[in-house]
């Protein structure tokens, strides 16, 4: 097999991940609620974790970091928790996943959120179109950091600059882990990332960075393991927003999996995958019929995703033939990313999509290409 879908979940998993699931699966996992020994052990298993994404983010303060099960559920538990009001403006990247597009979709719908899309410029988001969009009613902005479509890279840091004290919600899905983020704690409001992808662990994690001054509502209520005598959930982080027992025996992988990025470090596994990327592109570029979208070579604009079609196929049925014929993990379709595709022109058919991993090859990436061009000529003739 050759997995290139390593935007959806990265594979494989580094074999410490899969070490740390199993023994946590060997141990009584209640972190935060027994005092015995095992217990006790468990709160130092996400505590582990705790400090390994807050070196990943160069957070000030990891009690601020909560976990969650996803990145879904982190955005969700930002968008809602802010407490926005009817006639709110919030603005957002033209090149959101659904997990963002969705619950601002059901905000705009229940309480009358105003929100504006800042169109792409050339497939990519541009810092001063954010400035330009401004109001006195702008309570938030809301950014894909990287598309999981186009490997696209949002300038995070350019608009966080530009648009001053407002919030800014990041989806790091795409890159945490993929590419140097340790300055990003210190600059960035709520930092919302998920667990499966370039932070090598586990699916069922993730987390929510909250900068201190930012308050929550939580999503959930209830059991805490904390103030016990009392029916108000505990207003202190990160219990506040940590509801029911945490997934230790995730995060015990989480903890792992972000401990081999860093060993590994982001800047090499960002060089490997840049090399990936150039490879393909060049490889590529000059097949018939082939239709690449996102930045293109070099210039530090895209992560390790790209998407393309193929004249004379359907994305579904070209992703079903790389895996029938050559044995390649692809995706294809809309990627739950249905504003994106109508930007690229390619709603609804969608794309093929191929993402790179840390732990792909060159080889791998030139018989991918190989593929291309013999379905490519399959169809011409
Ligand atoms: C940009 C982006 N945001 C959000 C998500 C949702 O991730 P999760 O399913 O882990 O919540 C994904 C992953 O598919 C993504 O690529």
Redesign the pocket.
């Known amino acids: 097999m050759i997995y290139f879908d390593n935007?959806?979940t990265s594979f494989p998993k580094p074999v410490a991940v899969i070490e740390a699931v199993v023994a946590a699966l060997k141990a009584p996992a209640s972190p935060g609620r027994s005092g015995h020994t095992p217990s006790l052990e468990a709160s130092r298993t996400v505590h582990r974790a705790r400090k390994a994404v807050t070196k990943i983010f160069g957070l000030s303060d990891n009690s601020r970091l909560v976990f969650t099960p996803?990145?879904?559920?982190a955005?969700n538990a930002a968008l809602s928790g802010l407490g926005l009001e009817r006639g709110d403006h919030v603005l957002s990247g033209a090149l959101e996943?659904n997990?963002?597009a969705r619950p601002l979709a059901r905000l705009v719908k229940e309480i009358g959120l105003d929100w504006e899309v800042v169109p792409p410029r050339d497939g990519a988001m541009v810092a001063s179109d954010f400035a330009a969009r401004l109001r006195p009613q702008t309570k938030l902005v809301v950014l894909?950091h990287?598309?999981?479509v186009s490997g696209a890279l949002a300038p995070a840091l350019e608009i966080k600059e530009v648009v001053g004290e407002i919030p800014l919600l990041l989806?790091a899905?795409?890159t945490a882990g993929a590419i140097p983020m340790t300055d990003y704690g210190s600059k960035i409001d709520l930092l919302a990332f998920?667990g499966?992808?370039g932070l090598q662990g586990p699916?069922g994690t993730?987390g929510l960075w909250v900068r201190p001054g930012l308050e929550l509502r939580p999503l959930a209520v209830g059991g805490s393991g904390s103030r016990s005598e009392s029916l108000e959930h505990p207003d202190f982080l990160p219990d506040a927003l940590e509801t029911g027992t945490a997934n230790t025996h995730g995060l015990a992988g989480l903890a792992a999996g972000v401990e081999w990025v860093l060993a590994t470090g982001v800047e090499a596994i960002r060089a490997r995958e840049e090399q990936l990327t150039t490879n393909f592109l060049e490889k590529v570029a000059g097949i018939d019929g082939i239709q690449l979208f996102g930045p293109g070579l070099g210039g530090g604009q895209r992560v390790s995703t790209v998407s393309f079609n193929l004249s004379g196929w359907s994305s579904s049925d070209l992703a079903a033939a790389l895996e029938k014929n050559y044995g390649i993990m692809a995706r294809a379709g809309l990627h739950?990313?249905p504003l994106t595709h109508q930007h690229l022109g390619t709603f609804p058919g969608g794309s093929v999509r191929f993402s790179f991993g840390p732990q792909n090859t060159v080889s791998e990436v030139i018989i991918a290409a190989d593929a291309l061009n013999e379905l490519a000529l399959a169809r011409r003739n």
Not at 70 to 73: A, E, G, H, Q, T
Request: aromatic share 4%.
């Open positions: 935007a959806a996803n990145v879904s559920w955005i996943h997990s963002t894909n990287a598309s999981n989806d899905a795409q998920t499966h992808k699916t993730g739950c990313a």
